[in-house]
Each structure stands twice: as C-alpha cells, then as structure tokens.
C-alpha cells in the first residue's frame, strides 16, 4: 500500500489551501491506490445557497470524462461480437447525408470521422451552455452538414458529435436509452449507485452539486444549463463511485470479466496511413513523468473534472470540481509530482481565474497600462487584442467582445469568468514586447504586433445579411466607427481583422469572401476549431 508521508501531505495540504475558502464551491479530490483510497479530500460546498458542503458522495457533472463510460457501452457489444469496429453507421442512421465515404463506429470512437462538432455549430448558432436542447436537437444539427471536414480515417480531430452518435449506437443495437444500458451493464455491476447518463437537464438528482462560475465582483453565480444530451458528456457521478471504476481497469467485472475488455478500452487509435495517435475508447494514452497514463478530463457549465491514472502503479488521482475556475487538469499533475518526489512538491498551483478573496492591485499608472494596450499574434488562433477604458483594461478574445481583466501584480492581469491568465513580457526599450497567454490546458506566447488592416478597398461591399443553410443563421456584418463587425442572429457582436483581400480573422474563426461572375461579394466560407468550411450566401 502506497503510504504517505506527513511531508507530502503537508505540501497537498499547501496546494490546495488557496481553494478552502468560506462560502464558496469547491471540490472533491482522492488518490487511489490498490483499490482504496488513500488519501481523500473534499473541500468547499455542493449549494452555496444552503450551505450544503462537499463531501465523496457529492455528484458532480464530469464533462468529456463521460466519453470512455460511452466507449465502454460499446465495447460490450464489440466483445459479444455484436458490432464491429469496422461497420458503417449509416445502418444506423437513415437520415445521415451521403457524404461519399464510409464513416465506421471506429471513426467516432477515435475521433477520426471528420464531423463537425455540434457544441461549435449551436455555439455558431447563438446557443452556448444556457441554452435548452436535447439529442434530437443535437443530431439535426449533426446531419444538416453536407459534408466532412476531412475523408474519415485521415486526420484525428476532436468532436463531440462522435460520441453522441455512439450513444444513438448504442440504443439502436440494445433496445435500451444509453442511460439505461449504462445503468444495467457498467454502474450497478459495479455497485456505482450514484452514477447515471442525465438525460433530462430538469431532473432531480440527490445529493447533486450545483455548477458555479466566479464573477467580476468576487463572488459566484449559478450556471443553469438546459442541455440534455449524453453520450458525450451528460455523465453525473461521485468520487466515491469512481473508485469502482478505477479498479476496474485492474479486476474487471464487465462482460467476460476478463482483461480483453479494458485493453480494448485502452488501446490507441490509428490513421489510414498507419500513423498510431494517443486517444483510445474515451481515454487519453500518454506519458506522465516518464509513466504510461489514462486520463481524460471534462468541462461543463461550471462544472470541471479530471481522473488520471498510472497503471504501472496501480495509481489513480480524481478531482471533480463544481467551480469553473479550478484547473483539475494541473492539480492532479502538481499531486503526482508530491507524490512521486518530482521537485516543487511543495508549489502551490495556481488556479486559472483567481479565487473569491482576490484582491486586485490599485493605483498602476496610467502609462503602464497604455502601453499593454494593442494587439498581440496568436498565430492561427483568433485576434487578442488588449484595449483601455478609463482606468482598466479589457481584451477581446474568444467568445467575448471585450472581457476585463484585473492586475494581481502590475505585469499579470486575470480574468475571473473563464480563468484567463495574461502575463506582459518585455516592456522595456529595445525590447519585443509579448503576453503569455494561459486559459484551461493552454499556454501561448504572443509577441505585440501592429494593429492588423481591417479593410481593403471598400467596406461597404461586405455589409449585409448572410444566411447558413446547415445552420440557419444569419449573420449581419455591418460598420461601426469605421470597423466592419459581424453579430449572430443580431447579437455577440465581434469585429473582423483583415490580412488580405476578402480574407478576414473574427473570434468565430476564419473567414474568406467569395465573388459571384460580377466581382461583387457572393458570401462567405466560415472555418473554425471544430467545423470547416461552413457556407454563408449574401442576402439581396
């Protein structure tokens, strides 16, 4: 049995000290050892409103981490020989487009279809984590594409739409809902009672943490999402209940109870080329350390999870979180390096937005701030620019117009929704002045440009109305203090930063105009993270 020491528990105790806080969510973290827990954790409350705290039972939505649970499912049928890897789902799917190539239940376990994924497409449509839909919803919005991004089997490109297919699967082969297959074969075999696909978002759920997101005030607001679709996410369940899971992957008890099934589960997935990739059945197969890991983590609706595991140690770490700002991700890495003596046990980890006593710096001089403002090269991500009003500063990035942004010293600056970190480097003469950008598992270095062309030639041949059929939306560019902006569905307005003729950066992603026989601007093809080439017509 692993034993701790009083030092390393010490330095656990330093790193999580900045989370246990009064009145405020927090979570629920264990260390798993040959089958029990050896260390657990829970520190903050499930219901600020009443005072309700966390504890190993506590029920936390866990994001992707429902992914491999999903992947289980099928590789029930896989072993009974009932499915194949191999097999087209278009048996499964009438309505699916014919879109030239055989899409296979490999390619969606993987992540090598070439889908695009429904999160980006109802985020494109105006919707984001507030919104109310369900899977029929979801896989309107799957099958309206005409076509892939990629021929399936050629490139390894994250998509949620994968897994909420292998959900349909599912129910198509068993008869049964995901949530009641799940239940049946995976949770209760493995006495994971608090453990469920939720499948309707106004469902009562015992013991259940609320999600909560850190506003600009410090203080916390309730994220109320309407989403009912699993397969991909949708995974409620406890720390205690996935201890039995966990040990699973050492004694299974599923199907023919015998290792066949998880090594099926952690097997790596591969190109038509051959080329093998670090993604199995919903985990992610990597190295930590110098060890072999199966992880794979998930955010949702300010909800936040990770579960890593060291199989050579028979060693798991899990951390489910119900605030948006904690980096689960970075804490169960900074507890392995305490528990296996990699230096700077004792650092603490720094949370991506700052907690509810954040106190932010005053009085930084006017010119200091000025000269942060500008823009700054992500490379192929969107535009960051930094801008000022009055006496706080504001950066346009993402899904957010304009988001402010806090000095915790005079060179660091946080935002509190989204966890962002922003460094400023280099402000001295002779300098490159850059920014160190960090948010979720990101960390990016941008070097200080000069303001990018937002214009060439006439502005006012790309103002109007433009509407995607796969989507329907209709987006309206239009000029504004001589900036050309785009809204969605008349809202979420963001402006466009021009590189060359008709070809033009947003926060959405990257566009390129498109000219009819006249020379006169046609529409529009709109790539994104997770869709391509997404068709808009200009409207007379």
Known sequence: MFNL????????????????????????????????????????????????????????DVGSMAKQFTAACL????????????????????????????????????????????????????????????????????????????????????????????????QSVSGQSLRQFAAQHIFTPLGMHQTLFQDNAREVIPHRAIGYGATQANNFEVFTSGVS?????????????????DQNFYHNLLGKKDSSFTDLLCAPGSLNDGTHFDYGFGLILGTYQGMLTQRHGGAFAGFCAELIRFPSKQLSIVCLANQSDVAPWTLVEQIANILFDVGQETKKVAQEATNVDFQPVENLSEALLTQYVGHYDLGAASPLEIVKKETHLFLRYGAEDELSILPKTPQ?????????????????????PFLIFKASQQEIIAAKVAPPSRAFGNFDAYVGDYYCASLKVVYCLFIEDNVLYLNINFDKKTPLYFSETDFAETTLGIIRFFKNNHQQIAGFWLNTERADHLEFIKLS
């Open 229 to 245: 679709v699993v397969g991909d996410g949708g995974l409620r369940t406890s720390l205690d209940d996935l201890l039995q899971w």
């Open 5 to 60: 020491s009083e030092q390393q528990i010490d330095a656990i105790n330093q790193l999580i000290e900045p989370f246990d806080q009064n009145n405020s969510p927090g979570f629920a973290f264990g260390v798993i050892h040959q089958g029990k827990f050896v260390l657990k954790k829970c520190l903050g409350l499930a219901n600020i409103e009443d005072h309700i705290p966390i504890t190993s039972q506590t029920v936390f």
């Open 75 to 170: 590789a029930l049928f896989i072993e009974q020989e009932e499915i194949h890897l191999e097999d087209d789902i278009a048996q499964f799917f009438p309505q699916m487009p014919d879109y030239g190539h055989a899409l296979k239940l490999k390619h969606l376990v993987y992540h090598t279809s070439g889908l695009k994924d429904y999160l980006e497409l109802a985020y494109l449509k105006g919707l984001d984590d507030y919104a109310h839909y369900d899977t029929d919803f979801a896989l309107n919005l799957i099958f309206s594409q005409p076509d892939l991004d990629f021929i399936p089997g050629n490139e390894e490109r994250y998509s949620n739409s994968n897994y909420v297919l292998l959900g349909q699967v599912i």
């Open 412 to 432: 660091t600056f946080v935002e509190l929704d989204y966890g962002i970190e922003i460094t400023f480097m280099n402000f001295q003469p002779d300098k490159v």
